[in-house]
């Protein structure tokens, strides 16, 4: 599972409202100048958060867009699955792949046991978990982390 800049972005975009923390509604320029993202391209992803009905979208002079709910009552889990293409990790674990040549691989319990582990822990991490940095860290060393590997 490699998550895309759509689930990154949207991810961000859904931060962003919620530290508005403002009835009005937010225009997707200034999201997108705040988080320097292309509004086009924000455009397509709040589509899809609208679909979901994660975000509301109001229209008009203006408006813009605001949560729908409070940020503790979204998971990461859902915000991803609104903008993924698949939340598998490898494909015999997709929905519709035939199960003819999973029953013959013997590592396809481990792979779904991993999957189940990945799902579970962004199913727990709610918006409010990152807002007050009180998510689960894996790692201490990524406290700090400067982005190099």
Do not use: C
């Amino acid at each position: 599972m490699r998550i895309s800049t759509k689930g990154r972005y949207a991810l961000m975009v859904l931060l962003d409202l919620a530290e508005q923390a403002s009835d009005k509604p937010v225009s997707l320029r200034s999201v997108a100048e705040r988080q320097g993202i292309s509004e086009k391209y924000l455009e397509g992803i709040v589509a899809r958060l609208s679909t979901a009905k994660l975000v509301d979208s109001i229209r008009g002079k203006y408006g813009g867009y605001k949560l729908s709910k409070v940020p503790k009552e979204y998971t990461v889990m859902e915000v991803l699955l609104a903008t993924e293409e698949s939340m598998a990790i490898i494909a015999t674990l997709d929905e519709g792949v035939s199960t003819d040549t999973v029953i013959s691989e013997k590592t396809v319990g481990f792979w779904a046991g991993l999957q189940n582990y990945i799902h579970d822990y962004l199913e727990g991490v709610t918006l409010q978990d990152i807002i007050d940095g009180t998510y689960a860290k894996l790692d201490s060393k990524y406290d700090n982390w400067d982005g190099s590997i």
